[in-house]
């Protein structure tokens, strides 16, 4: 998965919108701020999710935060394999590490996301 084609909110979670479907998940830089990740709780399918507000939650052995949806729409898929073993996103948080998807729509809302530059730009700011 090519980073420099994701969305990012700020809260630090990745959106890749493929047509109708938005594939979601969380930055390398989450990844190593977290460190150790000992459990991610994902929403069921079907589950409406709101841009910026919460679905899930990550901890590891530094915290527990709260992840974000960086869209708004219903969730069709999960990452079981996440869910299970959450080492899983410290080897590869884009492409086997993708949490859920979520049914977008035709025209989603991603004026409140970033481009990899300005999200580096963020990251670099110490955000």
Not at 99 to 120: E, F, H, R, V
Request: glycine share 8%; proline share 4%; net charge negative.
């Amino acid at each position: 998965m090519d980073e420099n084609k994701l969305l990012y909110a700020e809260s630090h979670e990745w959106a890749d919108v493929r047509g109708t479907e938005c594939y979601v998940g969380i930055s390398r830089f989450a990844v190593e701020q977290l460190t150790d990740i000992t459990y991610v709780e994902l929403p069921k399918v079907g589950t409406a999710v709101t841009a910026g507000k919460s679905f899930g939650v990550i901890e590891s052995v530094k915290s527990a935060n709260d992840l974000y949806a960086p869209i708004s729409g219903t969730v069709t898929k999960i990452n079981e394999a996440v869910a299970k073993d959450p080492s899983i996103l410290s080897q590869d948080p884009y492409e086997k590490g993708w949490m859920i998807a979520i049914d977008c729509g035709a025209n989603p809302s991603t004026a409140n996301l970033k481009n990899k530059a300005d999200y580096d730009a963020q990251v670099a700011a110490g955000h």
